[in-house]
């Protein structure tokens, strides 16, 4: 596609439910970034996947959260038994290679009830 | 690990105004440097870049910034503000051989008329 798309774009779920987001990144980017940007936060690094690479997890915050990459391709990022504290808005980004920039979809708010 | 500071967290300032916005990192060997910005209601997006040469960089929208190694910064400039310049800015870096870009806590720029 022309650009990075995320969905839902917004999704309001109830404390203890399980959440998925889905990132479709920019065709023949090989890396494909999770961040998710709270208020006065700035962004925080969640996770990484390049290629065929073991993904880097080292920024997930609990072991509620897991995120896949199928076919190198689209990633779901998924949140089980949310909690008030994970409303944010999480943003997925994909690039080429290490010397390019990372392009940023709109992301997906959520609020968490 | 690495990190990136930015020491104004809101700033305001009247049209035509100079802005200058600062940017710390704390890697002391090779890094690749950005600046992104998240206009109200859009996603982020790439406004300059440093990976090596010259250190005095130009972006879009009559944005530069300088990498001063001696200092660890890259701050950013722009000699005349505009209202439509009002928005978020993130500073933003990529160490080493990772792959993982790592924001800053952002500035929230406000441009009066």
Redesign the interface.
Known sequence: GAGVSQSPSNKVTEKGKDVELRCDPISGHTALYWYRQSLGQGLEFLIYFQGNSAPDKSGLPSDRFSAERTGGSVSTLTIQRTQQEDSAVYLCASNSDRNTEAFFGQGTRLTVV | AQSVS?HN?HVILSEAASLELGCNYSYGGTV?L?W?VQYPG?????LL?Y?SGDPLVKGIKGFEAEFIKSKFSFNLRKPSVQWSDTAEY?C?T?TGG?????????TQLKVEL
């Open positions: 930015q967290h690749n950005f992104y859009q996603h982020l997006q790439l870049k990976f993130f933003a990529l990772g792959n993982k870009l790592t924001f800053g806590t952002g």
